[in-house]
């Protein structure tokens, strides 16, 4: 989705836009642009497709300035093209403008400002911001405060999502910010500010950062920085440092994110563990909980699918995992006896951040589990709980989907002792195996050439199925999205009792099966599934922490015995593997897959 940098100092801004807008590149888009301001006229360059195409026209015609706005443009309203392009100007080009979000109600404000003789260059909804700043700037003092009152004015009314950085050819210090359900934070330098819609954009230029909220406007220079409401009342804002490291969003040595963080999971299990869970609820609140509900989207919905297990063992509690598109819109029974977790790695997902607001509204209690510090979801929630994967880059999610599991299982030791409904002993010795973790993943990462073999057969497959019963039918789920995906394989996952009912039609000679086995008391029913498929020709592939019976599957990958409700997180790790190398040997953008987005900022 859209991406945005920013910069204001003393260095040439162009080198830092355009690595910013690099760092940014796995977030998806199709259009590239910047505006700099050059003593009193604004420059603008735009390219459509990738980041280096914009970098070679800027190569040809340079921008000198010391302060710029950048974009990467996922379109929304109107084709990807370099008409439709951030940044946008208004009619007088005084104003140069990037934006993310959606503005919802533009329709009105196009035909209000055509009424007012502004003509309209592009299909996007961003280009009647620059118009409606330009219309309130010229009844304005052309003054800095006129300036802000005219953007403080726009943001009124607009309606939506937004996040917008703008410059003024009249003000050649100033670049103006401000936001409304989209992120944007400002890193501080020594005389320079960077900004950026995601932290990892300019994380090796500073550590320091400004979040803003909703609804804020900031005004921005070299030297200063001031924070208002759309009132333009005045308020201080505290700068947070940030512990991640500045090799967090580089490769760092890997051809690809996505290898990188399937070998960081140790790390990230490691350092979400470190953090004590105490939920800030009494044991009568607590007690007073007659359901919890647990709302995501994709991967992070799966990390609930296994959270919701080990929830309802520990805390007897009824637990459901829902889809946070369809939550938001079903009216879902939720009142001030549930407890709502919300689960997302990047804290931006509309359709979760949406799911939260209506639960708070029907008086549920909310927690946000996000990996994004000061994310707008966990910004939205009553409580909120980080899970310490560091960035993560491949639109893929790996890292951020074990550590959120583990995050769950945390959150259900704490809700079980408060309410005592585990003993004492169980929960501290399910702790010890939590921390067994990472190097039982280490293990399974250090027999990854196995996995790298079996994708070099199967690379060619057209379908593939996964089975599984239990809690390995959450892993099925996690894996054959894994592997739709990066590797544009078709594949579906099913519970393996219920192939008899309609799937097993599909099944004919050499039809990859993969079979997850971690369920012991489920073992022996998910063998005569597996059977059942080998009957009809398919070929099995099984990954199991189990001692198997005499069998002739094609292939076995063994991974450490550990608690029930935690063998997810260690079968997963083959199939991650496995995705990645099937995509590698069809020589695909493993990163960035297509058509998909690293957050759904949109719904
Ligand atoms: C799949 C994947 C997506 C995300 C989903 C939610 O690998 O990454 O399915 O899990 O878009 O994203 P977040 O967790 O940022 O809300």
Redesign the pocket.
């Known amino acids: 989705m859209c991406g945005i940098v920013g910069y204001v100092g003393e260095k040439k801004c162009t080198p830092i836009l355009l690595n910013g807008l690099k760092n940014l590149e796995y977030r998806g888009y199709d259009s590239a642009g910047i505006a700099v301001l050059e003593k009193n006229s604004i420059q603008i360059r735009k390219a459509k497709g990738r980041v280096k195409n914009l970098e070679e026209l800027m190569q040809k015609d340079l921008c000198e300035g010391t302060i710029g706005i950048a974009h990467t443009r996922w379109a929304t309203h109107g084709k990807p093209s370099k008409e439709n392009a951030h940044p946008h100007e208004d009619n007088s080009h005084s104003f140069a403008l990037v934006h993310n979000g959606i503005i919802e109600n533009y329709k009105q404000l196009r035909r209000f400002l055509k009424e007012q003789d502004y003509t309209f260059y592009s299909e996007t909804d961003t280009e009647v911001i620059p118009n409606l700043i330009h219309y309130y700037y010229t009844k304005q003092e052309k003054t800095k405060k006129g300036f802000l009152q005219a953007v403080a004015l726009a943001c009124k009314k607009l309606e939506g999502s937004f996040a917008i950085l703008v410059l003024c050819k009249d003000f050649p210090k100033t670049i103006i910010l401000a936001r409304r359900n989209s992120p944007l934070v400002v890193g501080k330098g020594e005389n320079e500010y960077y900004i950026a819609s995601d932290m990892p954009a300019i994380l090796e230029y500073t550590r320091d950062f400004y979040f803003l909220e909703d609804n804020e406007i900031t005004l921005l220079e070299k030297d200063s920085i001031d924070f208002f409401d759309f009132d333009l009342d005045k308020h201080k804002k505290e700068l947070v440092h940030s512990g991640l490291n500045r090799h967090a969003s580089s490769k760092n040595g890997y051809q690809d994110f996505m290898l990188k963080e399937i070998e960081e999971q140790p790390q990230a299990i490691f350092e979400t563990l470190q953090k004590e869970i105490e939920l800030p609820l009494s044991r009568k609140e607590i007690s007073s909980f007659s359901q919890i509900y647990i709302v995501?989207?994709?991967?992070?919905?799966?990390a609930g699918l296994v959270g919701k297990t080990c929830i309802e063992s520990f805390c007897k509690i009824p637990t459901f995992v829902e889809i946070?598109s369809e939550f938001r819109y079903r009216n879902p029974l939720v009142d001030s006896d549930t407890l709502c977790i919300f689960?997302?790695?990047?804290?931006?997902?509309a359709d979760?951040i949406a799911a939260l607001k209506l639960a708070k509204q029907k008086g549920a209690k909310t927690i946000a589990i996000?990996?994004v510090m000061g994310s707008s979801?966990v910004r939205e929630a009553d409580m909120y709980f980080y899970t310490y994967a560091g960035p993560?880059i491949a639109?893929?999610?790996?890292k951020?989907?074990t550590s959120?599991v583990c995050l769950l299982c945390m959150i259900a030791i704490s809700l079980a002792k408060q309410l005592k409904t585990t003993s004492k002993n169980e929960l501290e010795s399910f702790k010890k195996e939590l921390l067994q973790l990472p190097q039982e993943i280490e293990s399974i990462l250090d027999n990854k050439d196995s996995i790298q073999l079996l994708a070099k057969q199967l690379y060619l497959e057209k379908d593939m199925f996964f089975l599984g019963r239990g809690i390995d039918y959450a892993t099925c789920l996690e894996a054959s999205?894994?592997l739709k995906?990066?590797s544009y394989i078709h594949s579906e996952a099913y519970p393996a009792g219920e192939l008899k009912h309609g799937p097993i039609a599909l099944i004919e000679s050499n039809t990859a099966v993969v079979g997850i086995l971690t369920e012991e008391t489920l073992l022996d029913k998910t063998i005569s599934n597996l059977q059942e498929v080998m009957a009809r020709g398919a070929k099995i592939f099984v990954v199991t922490n189990q001692v198997l019976p005499e069998n002739n599957f094609d292939f076995i990958f063994s991974v450490p015995k550990t608690n029930r409700f935690l063998s997810p997180i260690l079968s997963i790790v083959p199939f991650q593997l496995f995705s990645y190398y099937i995509a590698k040997e069809k020589d695909l953008d493993i990163d960035k897959p297509r058509n998909?987005?690293?957050?759904?900022t949109v719904e």
């Open positions: 995501a989207c994709g991967t992070a919905m799966h946070a689960i997302s790695q990047s804290g931006e997902t979760t996000s990996n979801l993560e639109v893929a999610s790996t951020a989907y959120q999205l894994k995906e990066i998909l987005a690293k957050s759904v």
